[in-house]
């Protein structure tokens, strides 16, 4: 069975151009989830989502940063305009809302430089 | 005061070893538990539910102190392959919003 996938694995740009992250869950989860990782502050929820519909993105950092979700299989984190401090490792997980036993299955992420 | 606090480590152990881990979580309405591992440049991957009892699966053994607001994981006879680090996630309010610890760094020698 496919795990979730994310999209690019690697990306490195030059401050102020847009960045989009890319992620497919797994079919039939309808929890996602963006995590962003870093050295200094860990893992950080960023923004999630249930059947499609963002419930809470407190953790998403400014303005610069949204997301998206237009339907079950597919979703974005944008970034505009990048900035050196949003280098990191971020993580698109997913899971199941009903039976769910706590875990959370993550893609393997995508590693963003900003020059 | 963060929302899950794990001590970083590094900590190096010879095989064999027994080595735990602690970790506080600063919401009291907290309902669920979990130990999750991470592997160099990987992707986080669950390890172990924690329960309100305790629980073992194998050589890890998960405590729960919700008193405390503390969590632990214990590794006996650890094992090179145990190499990783280790991160504690707290459910935060009763849905499906999961907060990680920072990690902490296991690396067994020979």
Redesign the interface.
Known sequence: DAGVIQSPRHEVTEMGQEVTLRCKPISGHNSLFWYRQTMMRGLELLIYFNNNVPIDDSGMPEDRFSAKMPNASFSTLKIQPSEPRDSAVYFCASSPMTGWTGELFFGEGSRLTVL | RKEVEQDPGPFNVPEGATVAFNCTYSNSASQ?F?WYRQDCR?????LM?VYSSGNEDGRFTAQLNRASQYISLLIRDSKLSDSATY?CVV?WAN?????????TRLTVKP
């Open positions: 669920s979990f990987k992707e986080p991957k669950l539910s991160l459910n849905n499906n919003d999961m907060r990680f610890g920072a990690g």
